[in-house]
């Protein structure tokens, strides 16, 4: 006969012993694999063929619709590196990203810090914030382009106020059109900062900042000092996120602006788009993809081991009080 034993812990081995005395694994089936297993086959099945399929197409010259495309190996890639265009916009997402950022941080830890305040109507000033959220960009789209336009409504309340002399083009110039792009993705994401930011401050101890109270610290001195440091986490996401959504940029500055004038609001999205479905370069569109897919995981894994804390010693005695 056969004796088996289990130490009762989930997912543990069971150990059959035979009758010669030697011992035998029998492995256990993840109790959890038949429940990921469909969203495994989607990914893996999925993403990951799309992926490859889209390298595959980076190695031709095709239009998309040829039976016969023609294989170019690397030289979409050579192209990519000396076309000036794909440098203007890697420029302009640059630039994009870091004013997006600091903008949008600042702004959502301010509203965020006034609104944990005893406020009235606190929840009105909440709902305002996040409502650009909820709308879509096709919606607004129509509305920032007669604003900025020549004969706009910015133009209009600058000529009424004295301030005639500032009337411009806004998105009809190479000058003006991107800090206008910039603005519009502020006004829209600005919502996300505030609500990642709120949900991280009430996660910190309300004893800390009495303390701190205490002690003579006034409110500016307690969120530069105590918030600001204990949401490391939440701002390492969100320039996670900001990094990865600046590489994808495509519906504002196309719906507004097309990626113009002469270039000057071009991303990677929108010169993907333009080099795909307009002019039939779906091999150099597919080459420009790859390059903004290895672009977004090297910028997300830079921003993640550049936002880890250091192992000083208020690390180590959190260590010490989770174990």
Partial sequence: MQQQRNDGRPGS??????????RRRRPVRPPGLPWILPALVLTVGLIYYAVGYTG??????????????????????????????????????????????????????????????RLRLATLYK?????????????????????????????WVLDHVGLGSLAQPWIGQTSTALPVIMFITIWEWTGVTFVLYYAAMTQIDPSVLEAARMDGAGNLRS?????????????????????????KTFDVPYLVTIGGPNYATEFLGTYIYRQTIPLNHVGYGAALSIILLVMALIMALILQFAGREPAGPRSRRQRKARD
Wanted: zero cysteines.
């Fill in 13 to 22: 081995p069971v150990q059959t012993r035979s009758q010669g005395g030697g």
């Fill in 56 to 117: 595959y197409i980076s190695t031709l010259d095709w239009d998309g619709v040829s039976p016969d495309p023609r294989s170019v190996g690397g030289n979409n890639y050579s192209r990519i590196f000396a076309d000036p265009v794909f440098w203007a916009a890697v420029r302009h997402t640059v630039v994009f990203y870091v004013a997006t950022f600091v903008i949008q941080t600042a702004l959502g830890l301010a509203f965020a810090s006034l609104l944990h305040a």
């Fill in 127 to 155: 709902v305002i914030v996040f409502i650009p959220v909820v709308l879509a960009p096709a919606i607004m789209a129509p509305v920032f382009r007669h604003m900025f336009a020549p004969d706009g409504e910015l133009n």
């Fill in 223 to 247: 969120l530069v000092s105590i918030i600001w440091p204990e949401m490391r986490g939440t701002t390492v996401a969100l320039a996670i996120l900001g990094a990865i959504g600046a590489l």
